[in-house]
């Protein structure tokens, strides 16, 4: 059996060092609670900055300034912090955070075993919509999402990520058992960008995954708290109550397997799986085996990385 945990949380609003600390209290807590693989949202650190939705982008400017200067590099004493923190607990971490590389900013996922060393890092591919004002793109070395680990195999997404399925039947391909969604705060609301903006069409496209690639789904999401509506402007499109979570762990035939939190509850979902199950879903419908036709339909994937400079002799 595998214990396995998503995080549905508020971060400390566009605050590094206070998002590490609070990233560090929730892995030893997993860590106490026995959980082995926990997931974290869509740029947990330093959170996910509404603004982008409801500003122009000559209106945000200062805001853009203070994220890029609080967002994580990956080789930073703030990452060693966490990595120890995994260690400590022994705790596979799934990290989602804002990657400050140079002058750039990148919507990544770092995967940090229980033994506290990083051994995946990936970056969003292709930042949705506003975000790219943002936000680069990740490159082809991005592709490579899922990881061997004493817990099974592990994989990760960010956000609408889930709508790409060359994506998802690429990371079915690597033999995914365990995955982590992440995003971030979403509502129940007449989104400006339609019924996809919601929380429940994107808890609806993590089930769809677990369903269509046979794998067990940690849910993870942020939260906003009633006390940070004004600071992420929300009541610009309509959202007047705290909330925004909307975590869950669905099971390889699509199933929930966990009581939900109210949106607006911090926590940690958990359940107990069995890496046996799969297949059982697996026998009825395998995208990447007996239920494909290669012959017929096959995925053409570059994965070499793109380089800034290449240096010649």
């Given amino acids: ?44 650190i330093p959170g996910y900055p509404w603004q982008l939705w409801t500003q122009s982008v000559f209106e945000r400017s200062a805001l853009i300034h203070k994220y890029m200067s609080n967002s994580l590099s990956l080789h930073s004493p703030e990452m060693e912090r966490i990595k120890a923190a995994a260690k400590g607990s022994h705790v596979f971490v799934i990290l989602g955070y804002s990657e400050r590389s140079g002058g750039s900013l990148y919507m990544a996922q770092t995967y940090i075993s229980e033994e506290g060393e990083i051994v995946n890092h990936r970056r ?48 079915y391909a690597q033999g995914v058992q365990i995955h982590v969604a992440a995003w971030p705060p979403f509502f129940e ?16 496209a993590s089930q769809f995954l677990a369903l269509e690639g046979q794998a067990f789904v940690l849910v993870s999401t942020q939260v906003v708290t009633e006390k940070n509506l004004e600071l992420m402007e929300l009541s610009k499109v309509g959202v007047t ?18 009581e939900p939190l109210s ?44 380089k800034h400079v290449i240096e010649t002799s």
């Fill in 124 to 171: 969003k591919i292709k930042p949705t919509h506003v975000e790219r004002s943002l936000w680069g793109d990740g490159q082809a070395d991005s592709l490579k999402n899922v990881v061997d680990s004493k817990f099974g195999k592990i994989g990760a997404l960010c956000c609408f990520e889930h709508y790409q399925p060359l994506l998802r039947y690429y990371e």
């Fill in 189 to 204: 609301y007449k989104a400006p960008n339609g019924f996809q903006g919601t929380a429940p069409a994107s808890q609806l």
């Fill in 241 to 258: 109550e705290a909330g925004g979570g909307f975590a869950m762990i669905f099971g390889p035939d699509g199933r929930p397997l966990v």
């Fill in 1 to 44: 059996m595998v214990r396995v945990g998503a995080v549905q949380a508020e971060p400390v609003w566009f605050d590094l060092q206070g998002t590490v600390d609070k990233t560090i209290q929730i892995i030893e807590d997993a860590g106490k609670k026995g959980i082995n693989v926990l997931g974290f949202p869509e740029v947990w």
């Fill in 263 to 306: 949106k607006d509850q911090e926590g940690i979902l958990q359940a107990d799986i069995d890496l046996g199950d799969i297949d059982d879903a697996k026998n009825l419908v395998d995208p990447v085996g007996h239920y494909s036709r290669p012959d017929m339909l096959t995925l053409l994937v570059n994965t070499k990385e793109g």
